[in-house]
């Protein structure tokens, strides 16, 4: 086997472990705006290029936001994953449909559970908002990838107020990795008024206080989508 022979820390890197350690350290606060790539160069005397190419791994990684003309920031704890991160880490596994519901049903479910045990009448409200916005949609002019963002809203509201910071951010990484196995599906003729019609039971299911029909209507919706994609 031929390796590289490896090569010592790079002012890029140099620069990005100071910066964490300012972030993890507290002494950088969530949301605090950073100096910009020409301030920063000039703090640690290098070019912008290897500013900027600190700045954006650390941006891969989830600990800042760049926003393009804006500057970047710390990122906060609810900051939602980079897909790039995601797309990175799981590359090998994005052909896996199977695996990938396996991860689906396990997480999902157990977000929408912890939602539910945490439902009051104003998520429920917005919940039945959210799902009226997908339900009312007209099938055959909308694109499957229009409509996996109405589905996407719906989810993320949902792992944003289940009460559980850990479930939030698997639910953000689940949403990424199900992109393209679920753009496939929502292809298929009459998946998407099949997706509507789980998506009501679902709801509707909550809008009971039904938790053990809630289960059982999520095990239905993995199990038809599943098998809407073989």
């Given at each position: ?13 140099q ?6 350690s ?7 606060s ?5 100096p ?30 760049i ?7 710390v990122?906060?704890s ?11 880490m ?17 997480i ?18 917005e ?11 007209k ?5 499957a990838?229009?409509?996996?963002q ?5 989810d993320?509201?949902?792992?944003s ?7 939030t ?59 809407n994609?073989?």
């Amino acid at each position: 086997m031929e390796v590289n022979a490896l090569k010592k820390s790079t002012l890029s890197e140099q620069i990005m472990e100071q910066i964490a350690s300012k972030i993890v350290s507290g002494e950088l606060s969530a949301g605090e705006k950073l100096p910009t790539e020409r301030d920063f160069a000039a703090m640690f005397n290098v070019t912008r290029n290897r500013v900027r190419e600190a700045l954006r791994a650390l941006s891969l990684i989830g600990m800042i936001v760049i926003k393009p003309g804006g500057g970047s920031f710390v990122a906060n704890s609810d900051s939602s994953i980079p897909s790039e991160t995601v797309s990175w880490m799981y590359h090998k596994e994005l052909e896996n449909v199977d695996d990938i519901y396996d991860a689906r049903k396990l997480i999902e479910s157990e977000v929408y559970l912890s939602f539910f045990d945490n439902l009051d009448n104003n998520k429920l409200d917005e919940c039945k908002n959210l799902f009226s916005k997908i339900s009312s949609v007209k099938v055959r002019k909308i694109s499957a990838e229009e409509f996996l963002q109405l589905l996407t809203d719906m989810d993320l509201y949902i792992g944003s107020n289940c009460g559980n910071g850990v479930y939030t951010k698997l639910m953000q990484t689940i949403i990424l990795l199900r992109k393209d196995s679920a753009i496939k599906i929502l292809n298929v003729p009459g998946s998407m008024k099949s997706a509507i019609k789980s998506r009501e039971k679902i709801v509707q299911a909550m809008e009971n206080g039904d938790r053990e029909e809630l289960v059982i209507r999520l095990e239905e919706f993995y199990r038809d989508s599943l098998e809407n994609l073989h």
